[in-house]
């Protein structure tokens, strides 16, 4: 029941007309109306006002539906089994029409522990530069690294370092021919892509860095079949030198990841990518966090 009022509300507050809302829902005028009326008194505030036969959000309205529109999303795509938590961190999975797509938070503080000095690395000159891309404590290994914007048309790639996972899977030119264009969306649901997206809007929006394990499969540079692979992803906040907000992440090809879901049999059909070209010599901070104190 719940679930319908809040779907009665957001499906109202994107058409502001009953007649249509009633129509998008295959519902009743009388229902809807209902609903909204639970919903407010749940909430204690008015969530609508009418002004001429016309609806209006108010001001609390405005304020709920973000929140409420997450809440349908989380939904549709946990009644279907494509997320959970695991130790209150995120997972996220589908098997659909040839798509295989599995994706683990991970604990920061793994990163210590790991054995790619590129993402220690990498972490280090995140924090050291405050987030600033532009900033001579990424330089070293702003190579290895993606950097995306949100747009109008979703989270886009505006850059791909010549050292990074992408370039070295697909090629310079393909990595160069993606550039300006919207992540591609699965073919998992309206609502599962919006999930994938929403890791981005999290970055951006508290600033911090994720850590993620994903498996999935991806066509060959000059193939069409396709083959199966993971990777840890490090994803950090950023900034553009005219300071709008921007998403660096780091890509490290590895077999060893940590997804609860994934059996012995697709673990051992995984391809073994070889990691970035980087070691110690190039580090900069992994050097003096080892230097006795």
Known sequence: MLFEMIRSFTTLADTLNLSHAVAKLNSTRQTVRRHISQLEELRGEELFRTR?????LTE??????PEARELLMHAKVWSRGQTGMRGSLQYLQAEVDGLVFYQQQQPMGDIWQDESVLLRETYRAWVMSAGEIESPHLSHVRPYLMVYRNSDS?????????QSAYVDWFGVDYARSSIG???ARLPAGEE????LDQSFLDIETTQTARLDHVYTRMPARDNPSQATMAYQRLMMAGFFPDRSPAVMTLVVPTINVNIAALEEAQRAAMTKI??????LAEA??????AMPT
């Open 284 to 289: 900069k901070f992994e050097k003096m966090a």
């Open 274 to 279: 070889k990691q970035p070209d980087f070691d």
């Open 181 to 183: 264009r919207p992540i």
């Open 192 to 195: 599962f892509g919006r999930m």
């Open 52 to 56: 001429d036969r016309r609806y209006e």
């Open 154 to 162: 979703g989270w886009i790639v505006v850059e791909f370092g010549q």
């Open 60 to 65: 609390a309205g405005e304020a709920a539906l």
